[in-house]
């Protein structure tokens, strides 16, 4: 696992491209037949990816959770956005299409993946999105199908940011202790997304960009409101957003984004809105 520690804003205002990168940006994401997984100190989070394309991965503890299993004392909420797979969980098997979601409840001992794939050569494999926080109690297992996700439409055609958002893991659906989860997909010919920007001081955030062609780029705007940086993001690749930080982004075409937040609460209206023009 790797160990990332976030700077603070004074320094990421002066940091070159290349550290920015190297501080906010995962790119190791999705590897086949591999579990990928990220340490932030932000909020204890824990970004990872398990793509299961010819047999089954297992999660196991890592030596920096200094925990017997991975789940002892974290929760974990899992994205798909491959193929159809299964998780399961303590003998438990969750079937998960494209864009179904999983909360994995603190105490969870032994959680597989796996990949319909495996049987049907033509069918891609499941991809799956991990995000994982620290837990001070256990909820249920719950898987939430697409279908079932609270959603809400945002935006405009004028204003190139008509999308729909989904919600997954909050306190109206799966309950999880800290964590907060779900994804907001662009309509066609739309490009901009969370304007507008804000902060929200008491919980970081992970973006992952998804659904983007191969020749396209998400530029994604980070940084103080008076000291913006930005990001050149392309799919399956990640950005950590802490507290102190803006986040919004502009793309080349057409994507989708998951977003998970962790940290003092799980208000999801808990913004410090910004308006443009306070913007440098």
């Keep these: 696992m ?45 970004i990872g990816s398990a793509v299961p394309a010819t047999r089954p991965l297992s999660l196991e503890s890592a030596p920096e959770l200094r925990a017997a299993t991975f789940c002892e004392r974290r929760e974990l909420g899992v994205l798909n ?49 991990l995000l994982s926080f620290p837990a001070h109690a256990a909820y249920p297992t719950v898987r939430i199908r697409q279908s079932e996700a609270e959603s809400v439409r945002l ?14 893991i909050h306190p109206g659906g799966a309950r999880s202790c800290q964590l907060v989860m779900g ?6 010919g739309n490009v901009w997304n969370t304007m507008p920007p804000h902060t929200h001081e008491r919980r970081m955030e992970v973006y992952l960009y998804f659904g983007l062609p191969a020749d396209a780029r998400v530029f994604h705007f980070m940084g103080r409101p008076e000291s913006t940086r930005h990001l050149v993001v392309a799919d399956g690749q990640a950005v950590i957003s802490p507290s102190w930080s803006i986040h919004c982004g502009a793309g080349t075409a057409a994507y989708s984004f998951c977003w998970g937040m962790g940290g003092e609460n799980q208000a999801f209206d808990d913004m410090d809105l910004l308006t443009l023009d306070q913007l440098r």
């Design 81 to 129: 956005i491959g193929g159809p797979g299964t998780v399961t969980v303590d003998g438990v098997a969750h079937p998960l299409a494209g864009r179904d979601g999983l909360y994995v409840g603190r105490g969870s001992k032994v959680i597989t993946f796996a990949s319909d794939s495996a049987q049907k050569t033509a069918t891609p494999p499941a991809r799956y999105y």
């Design 183 to 188: 994804y907001t997909v662009l309509e066609p």
């Design 2 to 46: 790797k160990v990332r520690h976030t700077p603070d804003p004074v320094r990421a205002a002066g940091m070159s491209t290349e550290e920015l990168r190297e501080s906010f940006l995962v790119d190791t994401l999705f590897g086949e037949d591999r579990i990928a997984m990220v340490y932030s100190d932000a909020d204890r989070a824990i």
């Design 155 to 168: 935006g405009s055609q004028e204003l190139c940011n008509q999308r729909t958002l989904y919600k997954l």
